[in-house]
Structure formats: C-alpha cells, structure tokens
C-alpha cells in the first residue's frame, strides 16, 4: 500500500468516526428540541451515501423520526455534519434547522 493510498483512507477514517459522532449530536439535539415541545420522537434512524447504491452521488444524511405515528426527516451535508462538532456556528445552524422542524410539526 503507498503511503498516499494509506493517508487517504485514514483521512477518509476519521472524516467517517466525526460524522458517526455529529449525527449522535443531531440525535441527542432533535430528542431534546422535541421534548421541550411535548413531543415524543421515536424510530430514529439515518439514510446517508452507502446506504443505498443509487444514491452513491449522494453528499448528504437524512436522519428520519416518527412523531405520532408519521415519519418525518430532516437532511443535512455531509459538509454540515463534518464541520459541526468542532464549528459553534454549524452547530447553531443545525440546532436551527432542527428547532424549525420540529415547530412546524406543533402547527
């Protein structure tokens, strides 16, 4: 293995562990937005690149949740997932996006 094969695939490793780590952030976030709002939000699960290979093109995650029995979802960059965790900005965006969704689910 060359030594450019080697760092790109660690590059590639820890690009993957900060996104694994950001969507448990985005999880932990949406749980507690809805639970301010009284609602509960179950089935949390995440749709992102490799999940499916049609949408290998894809450069985004969607993290989709039931609330009172209707699946909903909220999708985000691989970029804005990335940059969350160590960006107080992305991090307030995100909580944003997330807050928005979660008010137009009490209309």
Known sequence: MSLRTFYNQF?????????EAAKLWVE??????ASEHNIQVENISWKGPSDDPRHLDRISYSIYFDVSNKRESIEFSIRQLEDCLGDKNEQQSLENKIRAKIASLKQ
């Open 11 to 19: 590059v590639d490793a820890l690009g993957r562990r900060g996104v």
């Open 28 to 33: 932990t976030t949406l749980t507690r937005l």
